[in-house]
């Protein structure tokens, strides 16, 4: 029987965030490669979605009544294994193999390989067409399960995603919602200099999406937006998830250069001070 690990307190959840922009730091110093700003910057949705949004069962992977995540932006997926083993789909210690020879955890995601991962990804632009084609189905077959996409701001640049956008339209896919990972960055530089992608919203609304826009990096405004989306019967949903990569380290912060670079050591000891520092923070709050 699959559940919904509900939590909603808000200082645990900005906790497990920490958590997980802690273990991806590690990991990504241990495989001496991967990509660090979007990992990073991604920690509060996946923990929005993992802690709170789904359903689904860390000790029964293929639930059949499970809501299903589609990672499109894969080169990210240091954080999604970190999320998915502090929500138990496998042990915590398994994050360090990241990237190496006979690891489960490859630098792109790879169904089958791993319990929790839904789709195999790596070339841009697909993820999208693939939690369609889930939608689809569900729907067809009247399902209760819902399909959520994470997609970034810079594979819009790709035409298979607005394809993808007509025929989530075309078919009033209300079981589905997109969630975009707006940075601002992709490895050639800021999006708004390689590829113009604004007016994003009024865009996605006139292929007859329904928009939401909160800020990436609260955890209730993400669940509240996914809450919202599932009153939307009519059609899909896009919430704009608006980030900073790197968060939580100043010197990774808003820089194009860490799109796709690991830390070093002395940057991973500095970055986990300053996550230890907020873990400070957080714990003081009230």
């Known amino acids: 029987m699959g559940s919904r690990m509900k939590i909603t307190n808000t200082k645990q959840l900005r906790l497990i965030a920490n958590t997980i922009r802690e273990d991806v730091v590690k990991m990504l110093y241990e495989a001496k490669s991967g990509h660090s700003a979007g990992s990073i910057g991604l920690a509060d949705i996946f923990t929005a979605l993992y802690f709170n949004v789904l359903y689904h069962d860390p000790k029964n992977p293929e ?31 398994e994050l360090l193999t990241l990237r190496k020879p006979g690891s489960r955890l490859q630098g792109h995601p790879h169904r089958g390989s791993l319990p929790g991962i839904e789709n195999s990804s790596g070339p841009l632009g697909q993820g999208l067409s693939q939690a369609v084609g889930m ?5 067809a077959e009247r399902k209760r399960w819902r399909v959520y996409s994470i997609i970034s701001d810079g594979e819009h640049g790709e035409g298979q995603i607005w394809e993808a956008v007509m025929l989530a339209s075309k078919y009033r ?12 960055i992709q490895i050639d530089g ?9 007016p994003l919203a009024e ?5 007859g ?15 509240d ?40 050591q002395k940057e991973a000891e500095d970055a986990l001070k300053l996550l230890g520092l907020e873990r400070t923070v957080i714990e003081e709050e009230g």
């Open 135 to 139: 939608a689809i189905v569900a729907k």
């Open 209 to 223: 999406w329904h928009v939401i826009e909160v800020d990436g990096h609260n955890v209730h405004e993400i669940v």
């Open 63 to 93: 639930w059949p009544e499970r809501d299903r995540l589609v990672l499109s932006n894969g080169h990210v997926c240091p954080v999604m294994y970190a999320a998915l083993a502090n929500a138990g789909y496998f042990p915590k210690d």
């Open 173 to 184: 896919l209300g079981n589905l919602t997109a969630i975009m990972d707006r940075n601002n």
């Open 203 to 207: 865009k996605y609304k006139a292929f």
């Open 225 to 264: 937006a996914c809450e919202k989306s599932k009153a939307i019967y009519e059609k899909p949903t896009l919430i704009i998830a608006h980030t900073i990569p790197g968060k939580g380290i100043p010197f990774m912060e808003f820089l194009t250069e860490w799109h796709g670079k690991p830390p070093t």
């Open 190 to 198: 800021f999006t708004e200099e390689v590829l113009p992608l604004e």
